[in-house]
T-cell receptor, first 107, second 116 residues
Framework: AQRVTQPEKLLSVFKGAPVELKCNYSYSGSPELFWYVQYSRQRLQLLLRHISRESIKGFTADLNKGETSFHLKKPFAQEEDSAMYYCALNSGYALNFGKGTSLLVTP | EAGVAQSPRYKIIEKRQSVAFWCNPISGHATLYWYQQILGQGPKLLIQFQNNGVVDDSQLPKDRFSAERLKGVDSTLKIQPAKLEDSAVYLC??????????????FGPGTRLTVL
């Protein structure tokens, strides 16, 4: 069964501190993973995808097939990073989302 | 470019009533998705269209939910009759092509449904 697990419902860090949002998946095929973000009063939008191997707004995520993880990291959190973050797995044609982690960056 | 449009933004109905949601995807996007997001959960796919054909509706409760995309552009999602557990945000999304490793889905603002 395809499943995406985000173990933390809420993560609170201080501005300038490193942040790591955890995502674990279960999938029998070759996984295609994404991070989507929803800022307050805005639409859900793509943050990054594993295939691009890029850094967006200072965030990176590495696919670790051995640990079946796709954790989202940023070395120095900013207040504007406060948002809801969803990890998503493309299983066939559909996106399977985790429950999300609310990130709060405090000054 | 204009984003995905949805209406209404909010709807309050009583259980056993009917409700319909409308979605207009980004121009040129062949694939359209309807998601249900219950409070505290991630979005769950209900149905996916490629042009005017259904690709996946395996998680659509077909005894009460229906959706159509007759001309391959706009889409409507209907619930008849509604139950209390249908209270959720209904998200519409679109993409240029079927979901894949490189495909970005663009989401609408959602319709918040409250069933009393």
């Amino acid at each position: 069964a395809q499943r995406v697990t985000q173990p933390e419902k809420l993560l609170s860090v201080f501005k300038g501190a490193p942040v790591e949002l955890k995502c674990n998946y279960s999938y029998s095929g070759s996984p295609e993973l994404f991070w989507y973000v929803q800022y307050s009063r805005q639409r859900l939008q793509l943050l990054l995808r594993h295939i691009s191997r890029e850094s967006i707004k200072g965030f990176t995520a590495d696919l670790n097939k051995g640990e079946t993880s796709f954790h989202l990291k940023k070395p120095f959190a900013q207040e504007e990073d406060s948002a809801m973050y969803y990890c998503a797995l493309n299983s066939g044609y559909a996106l399977n989302f985790g429950k999300g982690t609310s990130l709060l960056v405090t000054p | 470019e204009a984003g995905v449009a949805q209406s209404p933004r909010y709807k309050i109905i009583e259980k056993r009533q009917s409700v319909a949601f409308w979605c207009n995807p980004i121009s040129g996007h062949a694939t359209l998705y309807w998601y249900q997001q219950i409070l505290g959960q991630g979005p769950k796919l209900l149905i996916q269209f490629q042009n005017n054909g259904v690709v996946d509706d395996s998680q659509l409760p077909k005894d009460r939910f229906s959706a159509e995309r007759l001309k391959g552009v706009d889409s409507t999602l209907k619930i008849q009759p509604a139950k209390l557990e249908d209270s959720a945000v209904y998200l519409c999304a679109s993409s240029l092509e079927l979901a894949g490793a490189k495909v970005e889905q663009f989401f609408g603002p959602g319709t918040r449904l409250t069933v009393l």
